[in-house]
C-alpha cells in the first residue's frame, strides 16, 4: 500500500514587522492544536534535528528577510515542521509583500481530525488574509488552472476554472485557489460573498466561525483526491459559487 504524501498548510498574512510575535503565536498555536507535538528543535545544516532549549528567544532572534527559519518536533519517523517566508511585493496580489507559513505533517489519522483546528491556529496566529490545509499533490493540480496567456484554455484538464496569477490579482484578501480546508478571514469572505445562508447550507455544514470572525470552511469530509468525482465535483460547485477566487 502506497503511504500518502504529507498534510501542506500555507497561509497568507501581512508582511512581519520587526520581531513580530506572530511568529511564536504560531507555533503555540500549532502545538494546541496537535497534542504531544512540540516543536522544539531546529535542523542542522545534513537535515538532523537540534534541541532548542530556548526555543521561543531562538525564533525571534532568527527573524530576517520577512520570515523564520524551519522548526520541527524532531521525530524523523514521524516528522513536523514549520516556517516562515517573507515575499516580496512584486509576487503577491495588490503588490504588498507578504508573510507566508508553510507547515507539513504525516496525513494520518490524527492530523485529518486536527486539519481545521490546525489551519485555524496557523492562519489566526498570523494574521492571515486567508490559507488552506492540502493533501501532497494540490499544487500540480492548482498550478493546471493558472492562465498564462489571455487566448489560453478555458479549463483546466480537470475541467475547474482558469485562475488569475496571485501577483495579478488586485488585492490580497482574494484567495487565489480552494484547498481542502480553507481559511477566509472575514476581509476575505466579505470579498468573496461568503456566507449567503441561502446559497451555503452545504459549505455551513462544514463550516465554522473563528474568534476574528473569519471562516474555516472545509470542502469534503475526508481530504481532497482529484482522482474522486464526487470530491471534483464539490470543487466545481465552490468555484462556481464564488467567482471572486482566483480573480475569474
Not at 482558469?162 to 480546508?181: D, K, R, S
Request: hydrophobic letters at 40%.
Amino acid at each position: 500500500m502506497t503511504k500518502p504524501g504529507p498534510l501542506t498548510l500555507i497561509v497568507y498574512a501581512p508582511a512581519l514587522v520587526g520581531k513580530d510575535g506572530r511568529t511564536l503565536d504560531v507555533i503555540h498555536g500549532m502545538e494546541k492544536a496537535l497534542p504531544g507535538v512540540q516543536l522544539a528543535w531546529r535542523l542542522s545544516d545534513r537535515g538532523r534535528p537540534i534541541a532548542l532549549p530556548r526555543r521561543d528567544e531562538w525564533i525571534l532572534e532568527k527573524i530576517e528577510d520577512g520570515g523564520f527559519p524551519i522548526v520541527c518536533n524532531g521525530n524523523e519517523s514521524y516528522p513536523v515542521t514549520v516556517m516562515g517566508w517573507g515575499r516580496p511585493g512584486i509576487l503577491k496580489p495588490g503588490g504588498q509583500p507578504q508573510f507566508e507559513v508553510h507547515a507539513e505533517m504525516p496525513l494520518d489519522e490524527p492530523v485529518i481530525t486536527a486539519a481545521s483546528a490546525l489551519l485555524e491556529a496557523v492562519a489566526e496566529g498570523a494574521r492571515s488574509f486567508w490559507g488552506h490545509a492540502s493533501p501532497y499533490g494540490y499544487g500540480s493540480e492548482v498550478s493546471r488552472q493558472y492562465r498564462r496567456a489571455p487566448d489560453g484554455p478555458e479549463q483546466s484538464p480537470r475541467g475547474l476554472p482558469m485562475l488569475t496569477l496571485p501577483q495579478q490579482l488586485p488585492a490580497p484578501e482574494i484567495p487565489c485557489f480552494l484547498g481542502w480546508v480553507n481559511y477566509w478571514s472575514a476581509a476575505a469572505a466579505e470579498v468573496i460573498g461568503f456566507p449567503d445562508p441561502a446559497r451555503d447550507a452545504e459549505l455551513l455544514s462544514r463550516a465554522r466561525r473563528t474568534p476574528s470572525g473569519g471562516w474555516i470552511v472545509q470542502l469534503t469530509d475526508t481530504p481532497l483526491d482529484y482522482d474522486n468525482p464526487g470530491h471534483l465535483a464539490a470543487l466545481k460547485r465552490t468555484y462556481e459559487r464564488f467567482p471572486a477566487i482566483g480573480g475569474r
